[in-house]
T-cell receptor, first 114, second 116 residues
């Protein structure tokens, strides 16, 4: 049973436009959420996170939105760049930060077209 | 600091053999995690340590899997009597303890295991 769901396996976006990656979760005990980016032959790289007490966190071109009542979060990348092409994983933790075991979604492959 | 390192990067073995993987975390991180990733899936949590104490091991896939972190620094993951279904990428990650880890866990490059 997937507790963290990324229902779009892939997404293509033109360079300069906005990329929106979505994630849904089912476990109401999740308290902290993270996005990771993964290139081939590398481990996942932390991108941005958000605590359940917030509804938005922004870091440069990356913004994560959390709708706790809908159990939904999204990652916005503006503007999208070709170097953003990678697989993006949504992850959740039942702890108050990112230092407890994470539950990952299956990932969304983002392709940014020049 | 060069980040989390894992050795070997690739391992090919025959069914029934034992394999051991090593992970060296970021030096100041006292938490260390093991995950497994199969094709088309996200990483799946296996076990984790705080210093040398193993905090959770019920998610290890079977009793053929075991992990150690004897001195609270590097860790090893052993799989005994490997099966073809064990073929996967094994990822190690580390993080500081407590509330300081707003930056999440830092992952190594992984060890890709192929069981023939």
């Amino acid at each position: 049973d997937q507790q963290v769901k990324q229902n779009s396996p892939s997404l293509s976006v033109q360079e300069g436009r906005i990329s929106i990656l979505n994630c849904d979760y089912t476990n109401s005990m999740f308290d902290y959420f993270l996005w990771y980016k993964k290139y081939p032959a590398e481990g996942p790289t932390f991108l941005i996170s958000i605590s359940s007490i917030k509804d938005k966190n922004e870091d440069g071109r990356f913004t994560v939105f959390l709708n706790k009542s809908a159990k939904h979060l999204s990652l916005h990348i503006v503007p999208s760049q070709p170097g953003d092409s990678a697989v993006y994983f949504c992850a959740a933790s039942a702890g108050p930060s990112g230092n407890t075991p994470l539950v990952f979604g299956k990932g969304t492959r983002l392709s940014v077209i020049a | 600091d060069t980040g989390v390192s894992q050795d070997p990067r690739h391992k090919i073995t025959k069914r029934g053999q034992n394999v051991t993987f090593r992970c060296d975390p970021i030096s100041e991180h006292n938490r260390l995690y093991w995950y497994r990733q199969t094709l088309g899936q996200g990483p799946e949590f296996l076990t984790y340590f705080q210093n040398e104490a193993q905090l959770e091991k019920s998610r290890l896939l079977s009793d053929r899997f075991s992990a150690e972190r004897p001195k609270g620094s590097f860790s090893t993951l052993e799989i005994q009597r490997t099966e073809q279904g064990d073929s996967a990428m094994y990822l190690c990650a580390s993080s500081p303890e407590g509330q300081r880890s707003s930056g999440g866990q830092f992952f190594g490059p992984g060890t890709r295991l192929t069981v023939l």
